[in-house]
């Protein structure tokens, strides 16, 4: 079962929507059984863990009890909540992926687009997949810069269309 992960190396993956539901069942299992930890390093992350999924609780209670139009000060407040989840997560030693970083791009673009929890599109789905593709192209210790940089070689090709010449000609790259 690839979503935990495999025996030398427990996780959990999750995608979207499932993140609803589990996370405060993953919270709720830290509760019951925290009491087993003994060791201090491994009961430090399992306390950061829980925090972190408090955070990302709070982040989805919070987009769930507002409507399409989010207000600055609720904007303000999912941004902070998600960045102490990021903090909590990464002193886990949780490891973060491209889609953090579209997650902040998704809060602050909320002044214009509203509450995410009203809409989705298939164009942030098709960035995920260019920007995991980009990713595993990028040698691990750069990575984080490698990406940023060909995504935007990525988007100065994509703003070019392509022209169909008349009679033949070969096509021309037009700047739009």
């Known amino acids: 079962m690839e979503m935990i992960g495999k025996d030398f190396n427990p996780m959990l993956k999750l995608k979207a929507a499932e993140t609803k539901s589990m996370v405060p069942f993953v919270y709720q299992l830290f509760q019951d059984h925290m009491h087993l930890v003994t060791d ?3 009961r430090l992350q399992c306390d950061l863990l829980q925090a972190a999924c408090k955070e990302a609780i709070t982040f989805d209670t919070t987009l769930r009890e507002n409507g399409r139009r989010l207000s600055v000060d609720v904007q303000d407040k999912l941004l902070c909540t998600y960045k102490r989840f990021n903090v909590l997560y990464d002193r886990a030693g949780g490891v973060q ?7 902040l791009h998704l809060i602050c673009s909320s002044s214009y687009n509203g509450n995410s929890r009203f809409y989705a599109t298939y164009k942030d789905e098709e960035y995920n997949g260019i920007i ?45």
Do not use: N
């Not at 995991?132 to 490698?146: F, L």
């Not at 940089?149 to 037009?174: E, F, Y």
């Open 40 to 42: 201090d390093d491994m």
């Open 97 to 103: 992926h491209p889609k953090s970083h579209l997650m």
């Open 132 to 176: 995991a593709a980009i990713a595993k192209t990028c040698h691990k210790q750069v990575w984080y810069e490698a990406v940023f940089q060909k995504v935007s070689v990525l988007r100065k090709v994509r703003s070019w269309k392509v022209v169909a010449a008349d009679s033949g000609k070969p096509l021309v790259l037009c700047k739009r």
